[in-house]
Antibody, heavy 121, light 107 residues
Framework: QMQVVESGGGLVKPGGSLRLSCKASGFTFSDYYMAWIRQAPGKGLEWVAYIGSSGADISYSDSVKGRFTISRDNADNSLYLQMNSLRAEDTALYYC??????????????WGQGTLVTVSS | DIQMTQSPSSLSASVGDRLTITCRASQRINNYVNWYQQKPGKAPQLLIFAASSLRSGVPSRFSGSGSGTDFTLTISSLQPEDFASYFCQQSYSLPPTFGQGTKIEIK
């Protein structure tokens, strides 16, 4: 079945860096947009970034633009999020999700279980 | 950014109840709304896409409706496994934005 599994989270000091990974299986990874979404403890969902199927179409939320970089390796069915200059407010559970894009909108399905990023000194 | 205002933020209900959750967009977004369910400690799961299309495998007691700015998610007969949080999301324009969520608790 379709599945995405995140890894790479952890504890990092403010100003530090971390690279998240997401491994996909059960679908043709290179056919789909992919996204990162985060959820701060006890809070709602915030879209972070997406990347097109070939990697050419990329967009970021204003809150991470210039600090985070999304990328993918279609040969390895993997999605990445390089996070630099981390701040306390980046502390969250980070989800990877396949993005279905159609003429009637775009939706996230499936989602991974998430990887926790904690930014604290 | 388009704001998605979801209500109520929480509610208590009983098994068998009919529930409606609403989501209002800050501007017209056609039918570009999706609904997700999130159980404690679990990842969100897609329930409804394009306002009213039921994802394959999702029970038919879930339904969605609306267009323009006002959208609803209805559970026709609440089951024990439906006690969870529900989020709406718009995909009309970037950035995609979510409602703040509705938590359904057992009465």
């Amino acid at each position: 079945q379709m599945q995405v599994v995140e890894s790479g989270g952890g504890l990092v000091k403010p100003g530090g860096s971390l690279r998240l990974s997401c491994k996909a299986s059960g679908f043709t990874f290179s056919d789909y947009y992919m996204a990162w979404i985060r959820q701060a403890p006890g809070k709602g969902l915030e879209w972070v970034a997406y990347i097109g199927s070939s990697g050419a179409d990329i967009s970021y939320s204003d809150s991470v633009k210039g600090r985070f970089t999304i990328s993918r390796d279609n040969a390895d069915n993997s999605l990445y999020l390089q996070m630099n200059s981390l701040r306390a407010e980046d502390t969250a559970l980070y989800y990877c999700a396949r993005t279905e894009t159609t003429s009637v909108g775009a939706w996230l399905d499936p989602w991974g279980q998430g990887t926790l990023v904690t930014v604290s000194s | 950014d388009i704001q998605m205002t979801q209500s109520p933020s929480s509610l208590s209900a009983s098994v068998g109840d009919r529930l409606t959750i609403t989501c209002r967009a800050s501007q017209r977004i056609n039918n570009y709304v999706n609904w997700y369910q999130q159980k404690p400690g679990k990842a969100p799961q897609l329930l409804i896409f394009a306002a009213s299309s039921l994802r394959s495998g999702v029970p038919s007691r879930f339904s969605g409706s609306g267009s323009g700015t006002d959208f609803t998610l209805t559970i026709s007969s609440l089951q024990p496994e439906d006690f969870a949080s529900y989020f709406c999301q718009q995909s009309y324009s970037l950035p995609p934005t979510f409602g703040q969520g509705t938590k359904i608790e057992i009465k």
